[in-house]
């Protein structure tokens, strides 16, 4: 069965110190991961995707199919990373998502 | 300006009434979504539609129903609401085989 693990409800770091939202799926074909962000009374937000390899705000994910994870990083958070995240897998050609119960990310100041 | 919005944005009514939320995407996107938020900010698909045919249909009770009257619309229909169904609805949008598009949600209090 396709599942998503966000183990962490909550994560809380300090100003500048270095984050990592943790992800890992279970999938058996070749999956599509996604993290969305969802700030404080906004809409859900596509922050990156693995395909695109890139980083936004700072942020990275690589996939590792070893460990079945995609991890979420940044070297040094500011509080306006302070948000809902969520790791996102794609199923199929449905194009449906796969969502983890969510990580809420705090920067203390 | 180019979004999905989804009307209205807060929803208070009682148990027994019907009601519905509509979903309006001007990005000329051919695939709409619902997702369900529940309490614990857990986030699962309920339907989705394609050129507006329903393609995914979770498992859902038939109270839900959705409609399409076209591409750039995907309308909820909730009947006999029971407090269980209190969350926040997202309506969503894609381009197929490409990243979601949300809305800003609505929240439905069933009281």
């Known amino acids: 069965a396709q599942r998503v693990t966000q183990p962490e409800k909550l994560l809380s770091v300090f100003k500048g110190a270095p984050v990592e939202l943790k992800c890992n799926y279970s999938?058996?074909?070749?999956?599509?991961l996604f993290w969305y962000v969802q700030y404080s009374r906004q809409r859900l937000q596509l922050l990156l995707r693995h395909i695109s390899r890139e980083s936004i705000k700072g942020f990275t994910a690589d996939l590792n199919k070893g460990e079945t994870s995609f991890h979420l990083k940044k070297p040094f958070a500011q509080e306006e990373d302070s948000a809902m995240y969520y790791c996102?897998?794609?199923?199929?050609?449905?194009?449906?998502?796969?969502f983890g119960t969510g990580t809420l990310l705090a920067v203390q100041p | 300006d180019t979004a999905v919005s989804q009307t209205p944005k807060y929803l208070v009514t009682q148990m027994g009434n019907d009601k519905s939320i509509k979903c309006e995407q001007n990005?000329?996107?051919?695939?709409m979504y619902w997702y369900k938020q529940d309490s614990k900010k857990f986030l699962k698909i309920m339907f989705s539609y394609n050129n507006k045919e329903l393609i995914i249909n979770e498992t859902v009770p038939n109270r839900f129903s959705p409609k399409s009257p076209d591409k750039a619309h995907l309308n909820l229909h909730i009947n006999s609401l029971e407090l269980g169904d209190s969350a926040v609805y997202f309506c969503a949008s894609s381009l197929t085989d490409s990243p979601l598009h949300f809305g800003n949600g609505t929240r439905l209090t069933v009281t």
């Open positions: 990005l000329g996107h051919d695939t």
């Open positions: 996102a897998l794609k199923r199929g050609a449905t194009n449906k998502l796969i």
């Open positions: 999938y058996s074909g070749s999956p599509e």
